[in-house]
C-alpha cells in the first residue's frame, strides 16, 4: 500500500522539459510532444515549461520548431504551455532545470509536483505516464526523487565519492517541497565538463536528497526505496540498466522509436510545416511566451 504524500489530494502538477537546439529537425522533441498529447498523463492539467540550450546560435528553423511545439501543446486539453526559455550551454540540462525551477516556483506550492524531462526521455509511451511516477513517489512515506531508473555507480571514467547511487536524470520527479531549496543554484548549472556533470549534477541531485534523509526509488525497481544507509541492494543489478529498462513510460532514448511506421507521415508533415514556417518567415504565433536568458552562457 502506498504511503500518503503530504498535500498531495490538492497538488498541481508541472513538467520542466529540456532540449537543445544541436538538430534543426527537433524530430525527438516533435514525437515527445505528439506522445504527450495523444495519451492521457493519468493527472489533472499539467502546466509545461520548456528550455532550450544554445548548442549554435538561434535561427528561424528555432523559433519555428518551438512555435511549433507550443502550438502542439496549445490544442491539448492537459497541457497549458507556460513559458519558453532560450539560453546559454553552460550546464546544459541541470541549467535548464534551473531555469524551469526558477519560473514554476512563481507560483508553485510545496506539495505540487514537478517532473524533469529531457529529450534523452524517449515517450512516453502509454496513458498515466505522468501519474505513474506520481504514484511511485507515493509509494514510501519518505521518498525525495523518483525517476525511470536508478544507477548504482559513478561515471567509469571519473572517481566518485559515495554515496553514487543515483536517479538517472533524463526523467525524474519531486515534489516542489524538495526541489525550492535548490532552485537557487541547482547542481552542476554552471559546469561544462561532461563527466563533472555527471558528478556533480546526476550524482550531486540525488545525494542531496539523501543527505536531507530521503529515499530515492525508481519505476524500474518500484518495491526498492534507497537511502544514505540503504544506498544499494546486492539482489539488483549493478551496472546500468537505463537501455534495458523497457516497460517504464519515459524509457532512455533508443532507435526504434525515431522509426516507428505509427508516427513516419506525422514526421514528414511536421518537416513539411517547419519548412514552410522558415520559408514564409511566419512571426511566431507564442512570441508573448518566449524568455531569452543570458544567465548561462553571454554569447547566445
Known sequence: MAAKTPGAADARFYLAYLTANDSQRYQADFLHFRHMTRLHPGVARIAVYIAVSAVRPF????????????????????????????????????????????????????????????????????????????????????????????????????????????????????????????????????????????????????????????????????????????PTAPHLPQQDIKKHAREVPLRYKYRAYLRHPRDLRAQLGWAVQLAASVRNAAPPQSAGRHVLLNDYDPAI
Not at 100 to 120: K, Q, T, Y
Not at 205 to 210: D, E, I, T, V
Request: aromatic content about 10%; proline content about 5%.
Open 59 to 230: 535561427s528561424a528553423i528555432d523559433r519555428a520548431a518551438l512555435d511549433a511545439l507550443v502550438q502542439m501543446a496549445d490544442a491539448c486539453p492537459w497541457l497549458e504551455l507556460r513559458r519558453v526559455v532560450w539560453k546559454g550551454n553552460v550546464g546544459r540540462d541541470f541549467s535548464s532545470a534551473e531555469a524551469c525551477l526558477r519560473a514554476i516556483g512563481e507560483d508553485a506550492r510545496p506539495s505540487d509536483f514537478v517532473m524533469v524531462r529531457n529529450r534523452s526521455a524517449y515517450g512516453p509511451s502509454r496513458a498515466g505516464w505522468y501519474g505513474a511516477y506520481v504514484d511511485q513517489y507515493a509509494r514510501f512515506a519518505s521518498t525525495g526523487l523518483v525517476g525511470s531508473t536508478i544507477n548504482f555507480s559513478g561515471h567509469p571514467k571519473k572517481p566518485t565519492q559515495a554515496p553514487t547511487t543515483h536517479v538517472q536524470t533524463y526523467a525524474y520527479l519531486s515534489q516542489w517541497r524538495h526541489f525550492e531549496p535548490l532552485a537557487a543554484a541547482y547542481p552542476a548549472a554552471r559546469c561544462v565538463d561532461r563527466t563533472e556533470l555527471i558528478d556533480a549534477g546526476e550524482i550531486g541531485l540525488s545525494r542531496a536528497l539523501l543527505a536531507q534523509g530521503l529515499g530515492l526509488s525508481c519505476l524500474q525497481w518500484p518495491n526498492e526505496l534507497f537511502t544514505a544507509s540503504r
